[in-house]
C-alpha cells in the first residue's frame, strides 16, 4: 500500500506512520508543522517521504495524493477550546481542507480515504453508550467541523463513487501527545503535571467520564479501515468500549507514579460533555477492530514515555 498522511507530523499521524511502515506499506507525509512537531518524525526520517504543505492549498494537496493507494486524513486544527476562540479558522481548516483531500483523492484515483473525525459530534446527546446512528448534538464549533467532513465523506462516496471511511475516535492518548500546548488533552497535563509535582487541574468536580483509547488502539483502527470490504461510506467509533471518570484517573496515575496528587479543581469549560461511552459493536462487526491495549497499561506505557 502507498500511503499518505495528512497532519502526519501530529500524535496521531505520527504514530500512524509508524505502524504503516512496520506492516511494510510506504508512506508519505503531508504536514505544514502548524500543530504536529518535526520532532515527531525524526527517528522516521529516512524510511518517509515528507511533504510540506497545507490541506488549504487545493495544489499542494493534489501533489500529496499523486501515486497514492489510500489517504489517511489526519490534517486538522484540534482543540474544543480553540474552536471557541476562533471558529472561523478551525472551520476552514477543518472542513475546506477535508474538501480538499476529497476532492484530490477523488481526481487522483486514490483507492480510499480514511476520515479521522472525533466522538465529540456526539455532544449534547446524553444517551450511553454513543452508536454511530444515534442523533449528533455537537456543542462546539470543532464538533460541528468534524460533523461537516463527515457529510463530505459520505457524499463523495454517494455521488462519486468513492470509497471513504470516517473513524470517531474517543479520547486518544499516548507516546508522542504534546504536553506542552495550551490545547493540550487531559492526560499528558495530567502526567506531566504528577511527574513535576504540580498539582494538575480538572475542569468540573472530576465525575465526567470518558472512553480514554490508547494511540496502538487507533492506529489499529485506521490500518483496519484501509482496507475491510463493507466499511465504505460508514463511520464507526474507535474506543475501548469502557468509561473511566476524571478522578479514577487521577488516582491512577498517583498509583503508577509514586506520587501524592491533589488536583484542582475550576469551573467546568464551555463546550465540554459530561459523559463519553463508545459502543465500538460495528468496528468489531465490519473493521474486526478490537482494543490492543486496555487503559491502565496504555497509561502505564505512556507515563513511561512522558518519564
Do not use: W
Request: overall charge negative.
Amino acid at each position: 500500500m502507498r500511503a499518505l498522511i495528512t497532519g502526519g507530523g501530529g500524535f496521531i499521524g505520527s504514530n500512524l506512520a509508524r505502524g504503516l511502515l512496520a506492516a511494510g506499506h510506504e508512506v508519505r507525509v503531508l504536514d505544514n508543522f502548524s500543530t504536529g512537531r518535526r520532532e515527531n518524525l525524526v527517528e522516521i526520517k529516512g524510511d518517509i517521504e515528507l511533504m510540506e504543505g497545507d490541506i488549504q492549498s487545493a495544489g499542494q494537496v493534489t501533489d500529496a495524493v499523486q501515486g497514492i493507494d489510500v489517504v489517511f486524513h489526519q490534517a486538522a486544527l484540534p482543540s474544543v477550546p480553540r474552536s471557541i476562540s476562533d471558529p472561523v479558522t478551525s472551520s476552514t481548516v477543518n472542513v475546506n481542507g477535508t474538501l480538499n483531500v476529497l476532492v484530490a483523492a477523488r481526481d487522483a484515483g486514490v483507492t480510499r480515504t480514511v476520515f479521522a473525525s472525533s466522538s465529540s459530534v456526539y455532544g449534547a446527546n446524553p444517551a450511553l453508550p454513543k452508536e454511530e446512528q444515534m442523533a449528533t448534538l455537537p456543542m462546539s464549533p470543532y464538533a460541528v467541523s468534524k460533523l461537516a467532513a463527515e457529510g463530505y465523506c459520505r457524499a463523495f462516496t454517494n455521488v462519486y463513487g468513492m470509497e471513504t471511511v470516517a473513524l470517531r475516535y474517543f479520547n486518544v492518548f499516548g507516546p508522542l501527545q504534546d504536553p506542552t500546548s495550551q490545547y493540550a488533552a487531559v492526560l499528558p497535563n495530567f502526567i506531566t503535571a504528577a511527574l513535576e509535582d504540580r498539582q494538575p487541574t480538572i475542569f468540573g468536580d472530576g465525575e465526567q467520564s470518558r472512553d480514554f483509547t490508547f494511540i496502538e488502539n487507533v492506529v489499529s483502527a485506521n490500518i483496519l479501515a484501509a482496507t475491510a470490504p463493507d466499511a465504505s461510506g460508514r463511520t464507526f467509533n474507535v474506543a475501548c468500549g469502557k468509561a473511566v471518570k476524571l478522578n479514577e484517573v487521577i488516582e491512577l496515575i498517583a498509583e503508577l507514579t509514586g506520587k501524592t496528587i491533589e488536583a484542582n479543581y475550576e469551573d467546568a469549560r464551555t463546550g465540554d460533555i459530561r459523559n463519553s461511552l463508545a459502543d465500538i459493536t460495528a468496528a468489531s462487526e465490519v473493521l474486526g477492530y478490537q482494543p490492543l491495549v486496555d487503559f491502565r497499561e496504555g497509561l502505564s506505557r505512556t507515563i513511561d514515555h512522558f518519564r
